[in-house]
């Protein structure tokens, strides 16, 4: 077995279901659907495999998990998470029917942690650390936001998620790059319990500080972490603006992942 097949049968084994959905505040199950439920109004839906089904199961299997949501007033948006190695007869188009929308297919890669664990030189006056204080947080999203192009709500919220993570100690944790007191880089690292992986996302660089070896830097330093925590692998999903740089991080593209999202 190559390391590419290896990689995405551990991340089939150890990453699907609850893995991914460690602060959910509720599951329901419905043949291989997890429908899960997170705070803020979002669903999630996510299985381990849809166990053979055919089209025509596939489509009953949406359909309820459609009717699920719609029965809770207090869910406004939902994800269904696909992966393109499933064997999947008609979701596409049967999640077209119920309403959802697909948004842009990303690269899962996957590396390993001592691979991407390597001394990086940074610029003068850029420092890296890890960061738990909320005006520390808050400065870290205002940088993401910048630049994703966020709205301020959106900047908001995301200080609100992370930082209400960050009460739960649940492993997740939040680093930057600074130049004097401002960040510049930044992106979290989730170790996922009872697994050989943590996660690295939400990287960003504002655009003046690109090219330098800073956000290099920042991955090693969350592999470094992950590697204390007895974590051997490293994944990410990745936009095909970001996948190239991963891969030049030792990472491997397994295979990829759509969202669709559906909206009351």
């Known amino acids: 077995m190559d390391d590419r097949a290896r990689f995405l049968a551990a991340y089939d084994d150890q990453l699907r279901a609850d893995a991914e959905t460690p602060s959910a505040i509720a599951v329901t199950a419905h ?54 190695h499933d064997h999947a007869p008609g979701l596409h188009e049967c999640l077209l029917d119920h309403g959802f929308v697909a948004e842009e297919t990303e690269s899962i890669m996957i590396g390993e942690a001592r691979g991407l664990a390597v001394d990086v030189p940074l610029p003068d006056n850029v420092t890296l ?91 090693a330093a969350r592999a470094r972490s992950a590697l204390r925590q007895g974590k051997t692998l490293i994944n990410s999903d990745s936009t095909e603006y970001s996948r190239p740089i991963l891969e030049r991080y030792g990472l491997l593209k397994v295979s990829t992942t759509t969202p669709y999202l559906w909206s009351r």
Not at 46 to 56: F, H, N, P, Q, S
Not at 65 to 75: C, K, L, R, S
Request: hydrophobic share 40%.
């Open 31 to 84: 043949g291989p659907l997890r429908m899960v439920t997170f705070a803020g109004g979002r669903g999630f839906v996510t299985y381990r495999d849809l166990d053979g089904a055919d089209a025509d199961e596939i489509g009953r299997l949406v359909g309820a998990a459609v009717a699920h949501y719609q029965a809770d007033p207090e869910i406004t948006r939902v994800e269904w998470k696909t992966r393109g």
């Open 129 to 219: 650390r890890q960061v738990t204080a909320e005006s520390d947080v808050r400065a870290m999203c205002a940088m993401s936001a910048q630049v994703f192009g966020d709205s301020p709500a959106e900047e908001v919220a995301m200080a609100d998620a992370l930082l209400n993570r960050l009460s739960l100690d649940d492993g997740m944790e939040l680093w930057v790059a600074e130049v004097q007191g401002q960040v510049v880089s930044a992106g979290r690292l989730e170790p996922v319990p009872g697994t050989e992986f943590a996660g690295i996302w939400g990287g960003s660089t504002l655009e003046g500080w690109r090219r330098r070896g800073i956000y290099r830097a920042l991955t």
